[in-house]
């Protein structure tokens, strides 16, 4: 294994993390808010450790393999994680350092799980927003995934960088949309800044502040859901949540089919099933939650119009993993919903966006090929001699396809049994089995937003449990691999 190309490169992330931290480091020194100090101290921190790493220790070749590809970016992430939480610390914003780590891991994550109590933020939007934005900055990184932005502008980027970008980027499988990985990288980045910013200037025209414009359009393109209010998108008028639900599926889709859109191949992209499957699911759970939400009479969805808004407000909410919520403060949170509903979005929190999205979840590719899977199995019982082959997005799915998504998921539902058991362990006040529950499938799908006490935030948990929901955000937006194979011993054994 190329350990120093490894290290090598945590190097340069480390460097392109200090140069992120500047934007915030300036916002703060042009409101005048006291947080500057630390962001720059942080700054000066990563910068420090990343020129150790990229001048120290220097590879004799740059050549990465699947297995080096996945432990890059799985300390990467680690490394990123780590240092962004220490403005929050340093400030004194949130002093416990696994407090801090615990939002940080939810920033870059696109989770949106938070500590923070709603009287903290909105404390925060009063005196702290550079901090805030740095909070909402780490989704708007996370979201494309920092090795993806250091390959779309490092001129030296390896053609073997794919084993990377395959390592990031979320989804059963992620094909080139040209043939070097440098190229792809920038693609998908100058698509993912082109919707960002058309979503800020939607929102400024439809009457949201500049801030909170910038802050949640980089909430809506991670599909994070950090909020910069205690209410979430609540307070704003319904054109914003509007143009924030739109936003949300937009980002939910696979980046490739917008490639192939702006190439005019309109006849390819529309042929993609996973779209499909994306927009029915979310056609019919709008209206199944419409139709019981506008049953429950309850007091923000009286009538129609309302019932549709708030119905589809949430079903893109969970299904692109963002975590937003237009319910107003004044009638609760996620648990006012009728049971019904609940049930529906819970479904939704597996399901997730599409592959090569910024959405987490299973992935609508990968929950389709579970389910021709099983189709394909009950068809063998009774035909057991014909040949059965499953087909997917117009091609022939392989057995060992078929085999890895099993594996895979049931891999899965191995981390998510235990983390749920591990919760359980936790005396925090008012938690209960379906807190615990929703809690763990929220931080290992990348969601945010929980049953229970915990729709409020993460703040009851303890120590234990906000790190082990921490590396559950982290194992669930690298898809399980990089983060296990990091921390197996037979990984860096010498052969």
């Known amino acids: ?7 090598n490169t945590i190097g340069k992330i480390a460097i392109v993390l200090a140069m992120l931290l500047i934007i915030p480091t300036v916002l703060a020194l042009a409101l005048g808010e006291t947080s500057w100090w630390a962001l720059l101290a942080t700054v000066g921190i990563s910068l ?38 220490l403005p929050f610390v340093i400030s004194g914003a949130i002093p416990n350092y696994i407090d801090a780590f615990f939002e940080t891991c939810s920033g870059f994550s696109t989770t949106g799980a938070t500590i923070l109590e709603g009287a903290r933020i909105d404390a925060m939007y009063q005196t702290d927003k550079a901090l805030l934005f740095w909070r909402s900055f780490t989704h708007w990184i996370g979201g494309m995934g920092v090795i993806v932005f250091l390959m779309a502008f490092e001129s030296g980027s390896s053609n073997r960088g794919m084993h990377v970008l395959r390592a990031e980027m979320p989804g059963p499988t992620v094909d080139k ?9 920038q693609i998908l980045y100058l698509l993912y800044i082109g919707f960002t910013a058309v979503e800020i200037v939607a929102l ?34 319904a054109a914003c949540q509007w143009i924030i639900t739109v936003f949300m ?63 589809a407000f949430q079903v893109a909410s969970f299904i692109s993993t963002t975590g937003y919520s237009s319910i107003p403060a004044t009638a609760g949170d996620i648990n006012v919903f009728p049971l019904f509903s609940k049930g529906v979005l819970f479904l939704l929190m597996f399901i997730g966006g599409c592959a090569g999205s910024t959405g987490g979840g299973l992935k609508v590719s990968r929950v389709a090929l579970l389910c021709l899977a099983v189709k394909k199995e009950l068809r063998r019982v009774l035909h057991p001699r014909n040949a ?32 749920t058991v591990l919760l359980c362990l936790d005396g925090g006040k008012g938690l209960t089995i379906e807190s615990n529950i929703t809690a763990a499938v929220s931080c290992l799908n990348n969601i945010g937003p929980a049953y229970g006490v915990v729709a409020g935030g993460y703040y009851m948990y303890n ?13 669930g937006r690298l898809e399980i691999y990089p983060i296990l194979l990091t921390f197996a011993p037979s990984t860096w054994i010498r052969r």
Do not use: C
């Open 463 to 475: 120590w234990f449990s906000k790190l082990l929901l921490s590396f559950a955000m982290l194992i």
């Open 177 to 185: 949309i040209v043939p070097r990985a440098r190229s792809t990288a």
């Open 249 to 311: 599926v937009l980002f939910g889709i696979n980046f490739n089919l917008y490639y192939l859109w702006i190439l005019g191949k309109f006849k390819s992209a529309f042929k993609s099933t996973e779209l499909w499957i994306f927009v029915g699911v979310i056609i019919a759970a709008t209206a199944a939650v419409s139709v019981d939400l506008a049953l429950s009479e309850l007091p923000f969805a009286q009538n129609a119009h309302d019932a549709v808004r708030h119905s």
């Open 48 to 85: 420090f450790i990343g020129l150790v790493f990229t001048f120290a220790i220097r590879p004799k070749t740059r050549a990465i393999f699947s297995k080096e590809g996945l432990i890059i970016v799985a300390l990467s992430w680690i490394y990123v994680s780590a240092i962004g939480a």
């Open 388 to 419: 059965n082959a499953v087909k997917f997005e117009g091609k022939t799915v392989s057995e060992e396809r078929l085999n890895g998504v099993a594996r895979y998921f049931g891999l899965y539902m191995l981390i998510l049994a235990a983390a």
């Open 204 to 237: 400024l025209i439809a009457g949201m502040p500049v801030f909170d414009s910038f802050v949640h359009s980089f909430g809506t393109a991670g599909t994070g859901g950090f909020g910069v209010r205690s209410d979430s998108i609540a307070s704003y008028n």
């Open 1 to 7: 294994m190329n350990y120093k190309v490894i290290f």
